[in-house]
């Protein structure tokens, strides 16, 4: 194998979310046990977009149309997105962050939150750097990390043994620090595990960086959906240096919006300037027509989020309810977002194998722990954005399946 090739093999997409076709049928020969389990199939790799369980923030669709009947002046905007929408929300999340935002300088729209991260990443890494990552974190970090060259360093997320907090090894992250790594990059709320990182852990996060001068990358998309009882802190209004951090946003999945490919990344302004250099070779910009839809975010009619935001925890609660009713499972409360991310008992068949076995007997997709952590070999990840009562149903099937497969 050339070193091209290596380089995309790293990259495999068969397991990531969304991708389950891309497994085909692939049989696991006897090991499959029983009949088949009747029961409305579920998506649990990604959210259910449509009336029946949460369909797209109100007034998305009128205000995409309206993008489009504007014609060239929407749909060729500068390559940052439109200025005037800029301005627009660039107040909104200095309002929601704590944190002024300087819309001509500090802010670029994106080809969705991936979009971001790509052009977060690809603003900060040069081959051969060493870059530190939570495990388990989104999927994409380490994949993008790899892609550019450089070397993933570790810090390990002891969410299952921690309370009060998101459980990150501190001491892990400054002694990556102490070996020269300058950039770090974390979701928080976390993906998968729904944990959000307390104050004291922010503030360390921000200490650190300040203290060796490093860059710190923070996915916050499911910084709206937090639940009752829990404080949210955002990196960036956290003292933090301004010119050491960057923020991902989007409407993508609170919001329902994520077929519109719409994301956000602001902050320190060299690299948002960097990223537009590499957005224009990449994709010019975020969908022109797209754009016009920010002019909905945060803006949504009142108790619509609230609404929202109670209607994922009543799931999550029947969710975790189910899980922990069984012997074997360890699973933490989320506290914002709609993942849940169990660590299942000692089954006989392996992880992809058993998640092949639920798709294919259960009519249940989920994603197996390792798109998150390589030694996530025993979890699964599921986003519970779905219509109530199909979540619940495919998770009793998932316990059916687990007691099925448990090993003696």
Known sequence: ?????????????????????????????????????????????????????????????????????????????????????????????????????????????????????????????????????????????????????????????????????????????????????????????????????????????????????????????????????????????AGIAPDKVLTIMGPSKTESLSGYRLGVAFGAAHLVERAEKLQAIVSLRAPGYSQAVLSTWFDEPKGWLADRTKKHQAIRDDLVALFRAVPGISVRTPEAGSYLFPRLPKLTLELHDFVHALRVQAGVIVTPGTEFSPDATDSIRLNFSQNHQAAVDAVKRLVQMVERYRAP
């Open 1 to 237: 194998m050339n070193s091209l090739d290596e380089k995309f093999a790293k990259l495999g997409t068969d397991h990531a979310p969304g991708q389950e076709v891309r497994q085909g049928d692939r049989g696991t020969g006897g090991q499959l046990l029983g009949e088949k389990l009747p029961g409305t199939p579920v998506d649990f790799s990604h959210g259910d977009v449509n009336e029946n369980a949460f369909p797209p923030a109100p007034g998305a669709l009128d205000a995409f149309i309206a993008g489009e009947h504007r014609g060239g002046a929407q749909a060729y905007t500068e390559y940052r997105g439109s200025a005037d929408l800029r301005e627009r929300v660039a107040q909104r999340l200095a309002a929601f962050t704590g944190r002024p935002i300087a819309p001509g300088q500090e802010l670029i729209f994106t080809p969705g939150t991936q979009g971001a991260l790509f052009l977060a990443l690809g603003a900060t890494v040069n081959a051969g750097d060493r870059i530190a990552i939570v495990r388990p974190d989104y999927f994409a970090n380490r994949k993008l990390v790899a892609f550019l060259g450089a070397e993933v360093v570790p810090v390990r997320l002891d969410y299952l043994g921690s309370n009060g907090k998101a459980g990150l090894d501190l001491t892990q992250l400054e002694d990556a620090f102490k070996s020269g790594v300058r950039t770090f990059v974390f979701s928080n709320p976390n993906n998968p595990t729904g944990v959000v990182y307390s104050p004291d852990e922010v503030g360390a996060i921000a200490s650190l960086a300040n203290r060796y001068g490093a860059t710190v990358i923070a996915d916050q998309l499911y910084a709206r959906l937090v639940y009752s009882g829990q404080t949210f802190t955002h990196l960036a209004a």
